[in-house]
Protein backbone atom coordinates (compact mmCIF):
# COMPACT_ATOMS: atom_id res chain seq x y z
CA UNK A 1 0.00 0.00 0.00
CA UNK A 2 1.58 3.20 -1.02
CA UNK A 3 0.28 5.94 1.74
CA UNK A 4 0.08 8.87 3.23
CA UNK A 5 -2.88 10.17 6.04
CA UNK A 6 -6.11 8.69 9.21
CA UNK A 7 -7.46 9.52 12.58
CA UNK A 8 -5.73 9.01 15.80
CA UNK A 9 -1.94 9.34 16.82
CA UNK A 10 0.79 8.50 18.14
CA UNK A 11 4.15 7.44 20.28
CA UNK A 12 6.43 10.50 19.83
CA UNK A 13 10.07 10.88 21.90
CA UNK A 14 10.11 13.04 24.39
CA UNK A 15 10.89 16.16 23.69
CA UNK A 16 11.82 19.40 25.63
CA UNK A 17 9.65 19.63 28.79
CA UNK A 18 7.79 22.80 29.17
CA UNK A 19 8.05 23.12 33.56
CA UNK A 20 5.49 25.85 33.10
CA UNK A 21 3.24 25.57 29.99
CA UNK A 22 1.88 29.10 29.84
CA UNK A 23 2.42 30.55 33.10
CA UNK A 24 0.67 33.65 33.62
CA UNK A 25 -1.22 33.36 30.61
CA UNK A 26 -4.45 32.49 32.41
CA UNK A 27 -6.48 35.63 32.40
CA UNK A 28 -9.97 37.05 32.44
CA UNK A 29 -9.07 39.66 29.98
CA UNK A 30 -9.34 37.48 27.10
CA UNK A 31 -12.64 36.88 25.76
CA UNK A 32 -14.16 33.70 25.97
CA UNK A 33 -14.32 31.53 22.65
CA UNK A 34 -16.15 28.43 21.44
CA UNK A 35 -13.55 25.96 20.36
CA UNK A 36 -15.57 22.69 20.07
CA UNK A 37 -15.56 21.30 16.73
CA UNK A 38 -12.89 23.83 14.95
CA UNK A 39 -9.66 21.59 15.33
CA UNK A 40 -9.42 18.09 13.82
CA UNK A 41 -9.52 14.96 15.96
CA UNK A 42 -6.14 13.87 14.96
CA UNK A 43 -4.38 16.98 16.14
CA UNK A 44 -6.17 17.36 19.11
CA UNK A 45 -5.04 13.49 20.18
CA UNK A 46 -1.49 14.50 18.67
CA UNK A 47 -1.66 17.36 21.27
CA UNK A 48 -3.05 15.09 24.22
CA UNK A 49 -0.02 12.89 23.55
CA UNK A 50 2.77 16.19 23.76
CA UNK A 51 1.26 17.46 26.54
CA UNK A 52 1.30 14.40 28.57
CA UNK A 53 5.15 14.33 27.50
CA UNK A 54 5.48 17.45 28.20
CA UNK A 55 3.61 19.35 30.44
CA UNK A 56 1.64 17.58 32.78
CA UNK A 57 4.97 17.77 35.35
CA UNK A 58 3.82 21.29 35.79
CA UNK A 59 0.09 21.81 34.40
CA UNK A 60 -0.99 18.70 35.64
CA UNK A 61 -3.16 16.55 33.78
CA UNK A 62 -6.22 19.15 34.70
CA UNK A 63 -4.27 21.83 33.88
CA UNK A 64 -4.38 24.13 36.67
CA UNK A 65 -1.27 23.00 38.96
CA UNK A 66 0.12 26.69 38.38
CA UNK A 67 -1.17 29.14 40.24
CA UNK A 68 -3.20 31.42 38.48
CA UNK A 69 -3.56 29.63 35.49
CA UNK A 70 -6.11 27.36 34.14
CA UNK A 71 -5.37 26.10 30.58
CA UNK A 72 -8.87 24.58 30.73
CA UNK A 73 -10.32 27.64 29.74
CA UNK A 74 -8.92 27.65 26.37
CA UNK A 75 -8.09 31.69 26.66
CA UNK A 76 -4.63 33.36 27.20
CA UNK A 77 -4.54 37.10 27.88
CA UNK A 78 -1.11 36.87 26.42
CA UNK A 79 -2.38 34.43 23.47
CA UNK A 80 -5.58 36.53 21.52
CA UNK A 81 -5.24 33.71 18.27
CA UNK A 82 -3.70 30.53 17.75
CA UNK A 83 -0.56 31.65 15.84
CA UNK A 84 0.33 33.60 18.85
CA UNK A 85 -0.10 30.80 21.09
CA UNK A 86 2.50 28.82 19.33
CA UNK A 87 5.01 31.71 19.24
CA UNK A 88 4.91 32.35 22.86
CA UNK A 89 5.07 28.35 23.64
CA UNK A 90 8.33 28.74 21.22
CA UNK A 91 10.10 31.23 22.56
CA UNK A 92 8.51 30.70 25.95
CA UNK A 93 7.98 33.37 28.77
CA UNK A 94 10.84 35.44 30.00
CA UNK A 95 11.67 35.52 33.61
CA UNK A 96 9.41 32.70 34.18
CA UNK A 97 9.99 28.65 34.36
CA UNK A 98 8.81 28.34 31.20
CA UNK A 99 11.59 27.96 28.91
CA UNK A 100 11.76 28.05 24.61
CA UNK A 101 10.94 24.82 22.78
CA UNK A 102 11.73 23.50 19.39
CA UNK A 103 8.73 22.26 18.61
CA UNK A 104 8.29 21.55 14.42
CA UNK A 105 4.81 23.24 13.31
CA UNK A 106 2.90 20.26 13.10
CA UNK A 107 3.84 19.71 17.07
CA UNK A 108 2.63 22.90 17.81
CA UNK A 109 -0.44 22.51 15.68
CA UNK A 110 -1.19 19.82 17.85
CA UNK A 111 -0.64 21.22 21.71
CA UNK A 112 -2.65 24.11 20.77
CA UNK A 113 -5.53 21.90 19.31
CA UNK A 114 -5.31 20.52 22.49
CA UNK A 115 -4.82 23.34 24.60
CA UNK A 116 -7.45 24.90 22.98
CA UNK A 117 -10.45 21.67 23.62
CA UNK A 118 -9.11 20.98 26.84
CA UNK A 119 -12.29 21.80 29.05
CA UNK A 120 -13.90 19.68 26.56
CA UNK A 121 -11.88 16.93 24.94
CA UNK A 122 -13.40 13.32 26.12
CA UNK A 123 -10.27 11.33 26.89
CA UNK A 124 -11.74 8.13 26.63
CA UNK A 125 -12.28 8.77 23.12
CA UNK A 126 -8.56 8.96 22.17
CA UNK A 127 -7.14 6.31 20.30
CA UNK A 128 -2.78 6.59 20.98
CA UNK A 129 -1.01 5.17 18.31
CA UNK A 130 2.39 3.22 18.91
CA UNK A 131 5.58 4.65 16.73
CA UNK A 132 6.85 1.09 16.86
CA UNK A 133 4.27 -0.94 15.86
CA UNK A 134 3.39 1.79 13.38
CA UNK A 135 6.87 0.88 11.66
CA UNK A 136 6.38 -2.70 11.70
CA UNK A 137 3.08 -2.08 10.03
CA UNK A 138 5.01 0.31 7.57
CA UNK A 139 6.91 -2.18 6.52
CA UNK A 140 4.69 -5.55 6.93
CA UNK A 141 0.97 -5.78 6.63
CA UNK A 142 0.45 -2.35 5.25
CA UNK A 143 3.33 -2.62 2.61
CA UNK A 144 3.57 1.26 2.52
CA UNK A 145 7.66 0.76 2.10
CA UNK A 146 6.74 -1.14 -1.12
CA UNK A 147 6.34 2.74 -2.81
CA UNK A 148 7.63 5.24 -0.33
CA UNK A 149 11.28 5.54 0.96
CA UNK A 150 11.86 6.88 4.18
CA UNK A 151 15.79 7.80 5.11
CA UNK A 152 17.15 6.72 2.66
CA UNK A 153 15.79 3.48 2.15
CA UNK A 154 13.22 1.71 -0.26
CA UNK A 155 11.88 3.25 -3.74
CA UNK A 156 11.47 6.51 -5.53
CA UNK A 157 7.81 5.58 -6.97
CA UNK A 158 5.82 7.52 -4.00
CA UNK A 159 6.79 11.04 -2.42
CA UNK A 160 9.62 10.12 -0.06
CA UNK A 161 8.26 10.47 3.69
CA UNK A 162 11.72 10.96 5.37
CA UNK A 163 10.73 14.57 6.71
CA UNK A 164 6.84 13.92 6.59
CA UNK A 165 6.24 14.45 10.41
CA UNK A 166 7.76 17.71 10.02
CA UNK A 167 6.36 19.39 7.67
CA UNK A 168 2.55 17.31 7.78
CA UNK A 169 0.45 18.20 10.57
CA UNK A 170 -1.28 15.18 12.21
CA UNK A 171 -4.34 15.81 10.86
CA UNK A 172 -3.04 16.25 7.07
CA UNK A 173 -1.48 12.78 7.58
CA UNK A 174 -4.42 10.99 8.93
CA UNK A 175 -6.73 12.55 6.05
CA UNK A 176 -4.16 10.99 3.61
CA UNK A 177 -4.52 7.57 5.09
CA UNK A 178 -8.04 7.75 5.08
CA UNK A 179 -8.73 9.17 1.64
CA UNK A 180 -5.25 9.46 -0.39
CA UNK A 181 -6.83 10.47 -3.47
CA UNK A 182 -9.26 13.14 -1.77
CA UNK A 183 -6.44 14.75 -0.20
CA UNK A 184 -3.30 14.38 -2.76
CA UNK A 185 -1.17 17.95 -2.80
CA UNK A 186 -0.78 18.64 -6.78
CA UNK A 187 2.68 18.88 -6.16
CA UNK A 188 2.46 14.59 -5.23
CA UNK A 189 0.34 13.89 -8.59
CA UNK A 190 1.76 11.34 -10.75
CA UNK A 191 1.96 12.07 -14.67
CA UNK A 192 1.15 9.82 -17.34
CA UNK A 193 2.89 10.01 -20.69
CA UNK A 194 2.26 8.57 -23.47
CA UNK A 195 5.20 8.65 -25.80
CA UNK A 196 4.54 8.14 -29.66
CA UNK A 197 5.00 4.41 -29.91
CA UNK A 198 2.21 3.85 -27.76
CA UNK A 199 4.80 3.61 -24.51
CA UNK A 200 2.48 4.35 -21.25
CA UNK A 201 4.70 6.07 -18.23
CA UNK A 202 3.48 6.83 -15.11
CA UNK A 203 5.46 8.10 -12.45
CA UNK A 204 6.02 11.09 -9.79
CA UNK A 205 7.35 14.26 -11.63
CA UNK A 206 10.88 15.53 -10.71
CA UNK A 207 10.69 18.76 -12.92
CA UNK A 208 8.85 20.33 -15.93
CA UNK A 209 9.40 23.34 -18.03
CA UNK A 210 7.88 24.49 -21.53
CA UNK A 211 9.13 21.85 -23.87
CA UNK A 212 10.39 19.29 -21.48
CA UNK A 213 9.36 17.28 -18.49
CA UNK A 214 11.15 15.08 -16.29
CA UNK A 215 9.65 11.91 -14.36
CA UNK A 216 10.65 9.03 -12.35
CA UNK A 217 9.16 5.73 -14.39
CA UNK A 218 7.84 2.66 -12.85
CA UNK A 219 11.13 0.89 -13.15
CA UNK A 220 12.35 3.70 -11.29
CA UNK A 221 14.34 4.78 -14.24
CA UNK A 222 14.87 9.05 -14.39
CA UNK A 223 13.09 9.78 -18.41
CA UNK A 224 13.98 13.33 -19.50
CA UNK A 225 10.71 13.83 -22.32
CA UNK A 226 10.41 16.40 -25.12
CA UNK A 227 6.82 17.69 -25.17
CA UNK A 228 6.40 17.85 -28.73
CA UNK A 229 7.39 13.83 -28.54
CA UNK A 230 4.61 12.66 -26.55
CA UNK A 231 0.61 11.94 -27.75
CA UNK A 232 -0.45 12.49 -24.31
CA UNK A 233 0.41 13.90 -20.69
CA UNK A 234 -1.70 14.48 -18.00
CA UNK A 235 -1.74 14.63 -14.21
CA UNK A 236 -3.31 11.59 -12.86
CA UNK A 237 -5.96 12.56 -9.56
CA UNK A 238 -6.56 9.16 -8.69
CA UNK A 239 -3.62 7.69 -5.90
CA UNK A 240 -2.19 5.04 -6.80
CA UNK A 241 -2.77 4.17 -2.83
CA UNK A 242 -5.49 2.04 -1.68
CA UNK A 243 -7.13 3.87 2.11
CA UNK A 244 -5.39 2.45 4.45
CA UNK A 245 -8.61 1.16 6.11
CA UNK A 246 -8.68 -1.68 3.09
CA UNK A 247 -5.63 -3.46 5.09
CA UNK A 248 -5.74 -1.74 8.35
CA UNK A 249 -7.95 -1.61 11.74
CA UNK A 250 -8.45 2.03 13.41
CA UNK A 251 -5.53 1.03 15.79
CA UNK A 252 -3.12 -0.35 12.90
CA UNK A 253 -3.80 2.98 11.56
CA UNK A 254 -3.10 5.29 14.59
CA UNK A 255 -0.10 3.43 15.28
CA UNK A 256 1.65 4.10 11.34
CA UNK A 257 0.51 7.61 11.60
CA UNK A 258 2.64 7.83 15.19
CA UNK A 259 5.44 6.01 12.90
CA UNK A 260 4.77 9.18 10.45
CA UNK A 261 5.06 11.77 13.30
CA UNK A 262 8.07 10.41 14.47
CA UNK A 263 9.81 10.55 10.55
CA UNK A 264 11.19 14.22 11.45
CA UNK A 265 14.14 13.83 8.50
CA UNK A 266 17.02 14.39 11.86
CA UNK A 267 18.26 10.31 10.58
Do not use: W
Amino acid sequence: MPILNQTSPFRLSALVAIPALLVGLGGSGASAQDHVGQYEQADVEFGVRLYNANCVRCHSETGDAVAGVDLRTGTYSRADSDAALMALIRRGIPDTAMPPNDFSRAELTGLVAYLRTMRDFDLRGVTLGDETRGHTLFTGKGACSSCHRVSGQGPRTAPDLSDIGAIRTAANLHQSLLDPSGSMLPVNRPVRAVLSDGTVLTGPRLNEDTYTIQLIDQSERLRSLEKSDLRELVAVTTSPMPPATDVLDEQEVADVLAYLLSLKGLN
